[in-house]
């Protein structure tokens, strides 16, 4: 067993732990959901507010099991696997923290959801920077346009780009926490951003790679 794998079997067991622990303590109605300016404005009942995050956890945990097995393409997967798997243990991480921000707050602990969010959204962009400069082309992870699946040269152009980009995403996104005002924004733009940009350049490479 792979030690990333093992890492999400205990992130996954814990999760499923607290939720029990925890489930006497919890209000009938959990909040589950925060607006951009970080108040509540949705609820579940208790039993999906605790319950329904592990249960997520272990379907994306059985996806990405497949994942590398499936792919026309798995060869070079397994050329940037540590980094792969190490992102899958990160978006865990990332579950994992979303899960326990959402049980403290129903237990009585108030903060700024939003801005509590943006470190752990910062940190993952900068890691898929990472994850893009080693990743090889492939179906499932990376920046799959029909030019970079086309091209091993697009593919890898697109991605050293893409990289930079993101990494630059991630540390704007952590920086948002200074302006809780703009949170929403410093993440969304910088994402959204960069996926069109990625877009368009993947496109124009490929026509040069034509002529």
Do not use: C
Not at 48 to 70: A, Q
Not at 100 to 122: D, E, K
């Amino acid at each position: 067993m792979r030690k990333s794998t093992l890492v999400i079997i205990i992130i996954i067991l814990l999760s499923f732990v607290i939720s029990v622990w925890v489930y006497p303590q919890m209000p009938e109605k959990v909040a589950s959901h925060w607006n951009a300016q970080g108040q509540v404005d949705g609820y579940m009942s208790r039993f999906w507010g605790l319950f329904l995050m592990p249960i997520i956890s272990v379907g994306l945990f059985l996806l990405f099991l497949i994942i590398p097995k499936i792919d026309p393409l798995k060869a070079n997967i397994e050329k940037f696997r540590k980094y792969f798997d190490w992102f899958i243990v990160l978006i865990f991480v990332f579950l994992f923290y979303i899960f326990m921000l959402t049980v403290l707050w129903n237990v009585g602990v108030r903060y700024n959801m939003s801005v509590a969010i943006i470190p752990a959204l910062g940190l993952l962009f900068f890691y898929i920077g990472i994850l893009l400069q080693k990743a090889k082309r492939n179906w499932f992870i990376g920046i799959r346009t029909p030019w970079t699946l086309s091209s091993d040269r697009v593919w890898d152009k697109t991605h050293k780009l893409g990289s930079k980009l993101f990494m630059i995403a991630g540390v704007i996104a952590i920086i948002g926490v200074l302006f809780p005002r703009y949170t929403i924004w410093l993440i969304i733009v910088p994402v959204i951003l960069v996926a069109i940009y990625t877009m368009v350049y993947s496109y124009f490479e490929y026509q040069k790679e034509k002529k």
